[in-house]
């Protein structure tokens, strides 16, 4: 596996360049705009974080740059009858440009379940729509994540890497690899490619966090 990690919990693009060579990392899921500026650090951008931010937007960025990848979310649940009409452009646009999207299948989306998936990769079959695949989602809601990478392997463009951990009641949250109940040595050894740190585990700062991640995905 490729490991990096997205940029997200960074307040600027020079925290997250500091964080990156602090561990080795140098493939990086870019959440702020600076491209040239990651490069000239020496990392390379493998995705454009799209959440929150314009798609198109992001996708002619993208192209520009050569950045391969943009990674977004797939709408919410109320506008799935609509989905076609709001992604429909950018999915078009993407295509045009010659740019990869990855949608994380985010619970709260229209990717919450592989039935769901089935459904959004009939209504987007272009090869160039897929996943970024991660599988602390499918874990808390009792799903085999490893049996939906292996009927979505097409489909995956690189995987998210976020654990889960159970309190005593049965709670759940989300939590830095390592620290939850997923085996990352057994998702190695099923997935090869570029695996992103998503940090959002509230005892850890980003860049603690991410040194934490990383030396034990190593």
Request: with cysteine.
């Amino acid at each position: 596996m490729e490991i990096g990690f997205l940029t997200a919990p960074f307040a600027t693009v020079d925290d997250a360049l500091s964080a990156a060579r602090a561990t080795g990392v140098t493939r990086l899921e870019l959440a702020q705009d600076d491209v040239e500026r990651a490069r000239a650090a020496g990392c390379e951008v493998a995705a454009l974080a799209a959440y929150g931010k314009d798609l198109e937007a992001t996708v002619r960025l993208a192209a520009e740059h050569a950045v391969p990848v943009v990674s977004a979310l797939a709408g919410f649940p109320e506008h799935r009858d609509r989905l076609p009409e709001l992604l429909g452009p950018a999915v078009e646009l993407a295509g045009a440009l010659g740019v990869r999207l990855a949608f994380e299948n985010w619970y709260r989306t229209n990717l919450r379940t592989p039935e769901d998936w089935r459904w959004f990769f009939s209504t987007f079959p272009a090869e160039h729509v897929g996943l970024v695949f991660d599988p602390s989602h499918l874990e808390w809601q009792g799903f085999d994540w490893r049996a939906a990478l292996d009927e979505f392997r097409a489909r995956v463009v690189f995987a998210h890497a976020k654990d889960v951990a159970y309190d005593e009641a049965g709670d759940w949250r989300y939590v830095l690899p390592g620290r939850g109940v997923i085996d990352w040595t057994e998702f190695a050894a099923l997935y090869d490619g570029f695996l992103s740190i998503e940090h959002e585990d509230d005892e850890y700062a980003p860049a603690e966090g991410m040194a934490f991640a990383v030396e034990h995905l190593r």
